[in-house]
């Protein structure tokens, strides 16, 4: 069976979290999954804490064959830009 890294909604109403996670193509979009794999808030007032996602998980499960949303694509391209800023201005 295929796997995608995808989005899981949670929250109330007009205040949206969500979850990335691991889940055969064919489970639905909020049920069964494999890995939780981070958080993504959209509403918190800092960017840089906006995502939170565990980068050494996530090349784990795309070296072994899952495939990412564009969602998820794109924020772990986001994910990674930021943690290569935080790195840059560190040193």
Do not use: C
């Not at 840089?48 to 969602?71: C, M, Y």
């Amino acid at each position: 069976m295929a796997t995608k890294i995808r989005l899981q909604r949670h929250g109330a109403t007009h205040r949206p979290v969500f979850k990335l996670v691991v889940a055969e193509s064919s489970a639905r979009r909020d049920g069964k999954f494999i890995e939780a794999l981070g958080i993504y808030d959209p509403q918190f007032k800092r960017e840089e804490e906006q995502i939170n996602f565990k980068l050494d998980r996530i090349d784990h499960w795309i070296s072994v064959g899952a495939k990412p949303t564009d969602t998820a694509k794109n924020l772990i391209r986001k994910s990674r830009n930021q943690l290569a800023a935080e790195t840059a201005t560190a040193e």
